[in-house]
């Protein structure tokens, strides 16, 4: 007679099933019952704070298109993590949450470590939240956890559980299910949209993350293509979802409503497609749509459709959206393309630090090999990037979904794992700013601890320059806590294990960045920057 199977037992083989063997966190002592006897078959990704541990992972599920587990310390790792929650949450990245808790039987007396409002505490920056009622649940929670995070809008979720649980019987093998990860569009109402789109005589495209997101790269070209009309990127996208250097691509929307106003007048249609209605930051007043415009607006989430201002909306997948429309929409033969946009972007040759980040992306342009994926997290260096470092592949650029900084770092880790674990070699640029590369710098240690293919180049320009062009268009003088002078990153880097380089030309660069390129590990680059304040409106 055999013995019986715990719930640990149990629900290790399920989330063998699932595909689920990678776990990131950082481990605490109400979590030590799940973590005990780890299986070889198992990777735990140790991050040295939660939030770290959290955007690794964000980025790990985004590389490799499957479900991450990422386990968290009770209520305190918890809220280190909902930071980087909170990008996960708007980039749609299926993750499973756990936390662990105190033991059920002293959960009365709300003990130390005890998370009272467990189930409370991530929302709304979850789309599922659950305790299971008992131990023995612990499997079948797992298993509706993984269905409600890759349902589509996918989204992370959050599962807290008791410290007891996972020594208690189970109830037997778990139940393994399968979930549609895809919702088609309305075919009657996708119809009405192409005899809407076949009808326009100015018609301009905007593709959002989403389209990259659902694997609808090539698809999103052939619609533009056969629509021959200017196709825009939506502002701040955390995934760049169309060629830039094709010659439709008419650049990123504004940043604000009236900018947007400005960018469709003349367009008697605006086709927005896996992106916001719009994607707006700082407020300068406007009109959402110019008079004599429409807008048309596909997207896999009820909630970005609901939120719109303006325009006729469309639920399903975006990819499959994309295929059908191409197939459905007439174009008038004498429609003639958009003229090829033109980069503003200027050459300075070789210079001395600090230099322009016009300069330091230009150089980075002649050493970054074609099949370098970018993290992006320096807000106020995004045209010269766009100008110098154009994304022109699928599944290459990364951002953070959120808006908030410290995602950069650690998401830079995650991709590279999430790389290695789907075979592909290819090395990793992440462009961030000083001032973020300080709220995750921890993350570096991971880098330098599983030897990842990482070139991070740190803008240090010694401020928040995003911050004072906000207090410029806000007429906020005189705002404290905007400059970082004193700041070694380069010896930081160093002591957590990585390889670092104080870059003082655009020579140095140049050199400096192929050698990292054959280096067994990460290295940092800290190159100073001469500050400049972007246009926010």
């Given at each position: 007679m055999t013995d019986q199977q715990t719930v640990h037992d149990v629900t290790f083989d399920l989330l063998r099933k699932l595909g689920l063997t990678t776990v990131f966190g950082n481990p605490g002592s109400t979590e030590q019952t799940f973590l005990q006897n780890w299986p070889d078959d198992f990777e735990y990704v140790l991050a040295l704070q939660e939030a770290s541990a959290v955007a690794m992972a964000d980025a790990f599920s985004q590389a490799t298109g499957k479900p991450a587990l990422v386990n968290l310390h009770t209520?305190?790792?918890?809220?280190?993590?909902?930071?980087?929650?909170?990008?996960?949450y708007r980039a749609n990245t299926?993750?499973?949450?756990?936390?662990?808790?105190?033991?059920?039987?002293?959960?009365?007396?709300?003990?130390y470590l005890n998370n009272p409002d467990a189930t409370e505490m991530p929302k709304p920056w979850v789309k599922w939240s659950y305790e299971p009622a008992r131990g023995e649940d612990v499997p079948a929670a797992f298993m509706q956890a993984y269905a409600m995070a890759m349902q589509a809008p996918k989204g992370p979720v959050f599962l807290s559980i008791p410290l007891d649980d996972w020594d208690k019987p189970a109830l037997g093998t778990a139940v393994v299910r399968q979930v549609s990860e895809k919702v088609a569009p309305d075919v009657q109402r996708l119809s009405a949209f192409a005899e809407r789109i076949s009808a326009a005589r100015t018609p301009m495209l905007v593709l959002g993350?989403?389209?990259?997101?659902?694997?609808?790269?090539?698809?999103?070209?052939?619609?533009?293509?056969?629509?021959?009309?200017?196709?825009?990127?939506?502002?701040?996208?955390?995934?760049?979802?169309?060629?830039?250097?094709?010659?439709?691509?008419?650049?990123p929307l504004g940043l604000t409503i009236a900018d947007v106003e400005q960018q469709i007048r003349g367009h008697d249609l605006v086709i927005v497609i896996g992106a916001p209605v719009f994607r707006y930051y700082p407020y300068v007043a406007g009109q959402y749509l110019p008079e004599g415009s429409e807008l048309l607006h596909i997207t896999s989430d009820p909630h970005v459709a609901g939120v719109a201002p303006v325009g006729d909306s469309l639920i399903g997948d975006v990819a499959v959206a994309l295929t059908q429309l191409t197939d459905m929409i007439r174009v008038p033969d004498d429609r003639q393309p958009p003229q090829p946009l033109v980069r503003t972007g200027r050459s300075e040759?070789?210079?001395?630090?600090?230099?322009?980040?016009?300069?330091?992306?230009?150089?980075?342009?002649?050493?970054?090999?074609?099949?370098?994926?970018?993290?992006?997290?320096?807000?106020?260096?995004?045209?010269?990037?766009?100008?110098?470092?154009?994304?022109?592949?699928?599944?290459?650029?990364?951002?953070?979904?959120?808006?908030?900084?410290?995602?950069g770092l650690p998401a830079a880790v995650g991709l590279a794992l999430g790389d290695r674990a789907r075979g592909v070699h290819r090395p990793i640029v992440a462009t961030i700013g000083d001032g973020s590369f300080q709220y995750s710098i921890q993350a570096l240690w991971t880098a330098a601890q599983h030897k990842l293919p990482i070139v991070f180049v740190v803008l240090r320009n010694g401020e928040y320059a995003i911050l004072k062009s906000f207090a410029e268009?806000?007429?906020?003088?005189?705002?404290?806590?905007?400059?970082?002078?004193?700041?070694?990153?380069?010896?930081?880097?160093?002591?957590?294990?990585?390889?670092?380089?104080?870059?003082?030309?655009?020579?140095?660069?140049?050199?400096?960045?192929?050698?990292?390129?054959?280096?067994?590990?990460?290295?940092?680059?800290?190159?100073?920057?001469?500050?400049?304040?972007?246009?926010?409106?």
């Open positions: 209520a305190a790792g918890t809220g280190n993590g909902i930071g980087s929650l909170v990008a996960a299926p993750l499973i949450i756990t936390a662990g808790q105190q033991t059920r039987e002293m959960s009365l007396i709300d003990p993350p989403e389209v990259d997101r659902a694997g609808g790269w090539d698809a999103g070209i052939a619609f533009a293509e056969k629509l021959r009309a200017p196709v825009y990127a939506s502002a701040l996208s955390d995934r760049v979802s169309f060629p830039e250097t094709h010659p439709l691509y008419a650049g040759g070789p210079v001395q630090a600090p230099m322009s980040s016009n300069a330091l992306y230009e150089t980075l342009s002649t050493v970054k090999p074609d099949d370098a994926a970018v993290v992006m997290e320096s807000t106020s260096t995004l045209l010269d990037l766009f100008n110098w470092l154009p994304t022109t592949r699928t599944g290459s650029f990364y951002a953070t979904g959120s808006g908030g900084i410290g995602w268009l806000e007429e906020t003088p005189n705002v404290p806590g905007l400059n970082l002078p004193g700041l070694d990153i380069a010896s930081v880097a160093r002591g957590f294990g990585c390889r670092a380089v104080d870059v003082d030309s655009t020579d140095m660069l140049a050199e400096q960045f192929k050698t990292s390129l054959d280096a067994d590990g990460p290295t940092v680059l800290v190159v100073p920057t001469i500050p400049q304040l972007p246009r926010l409106g």
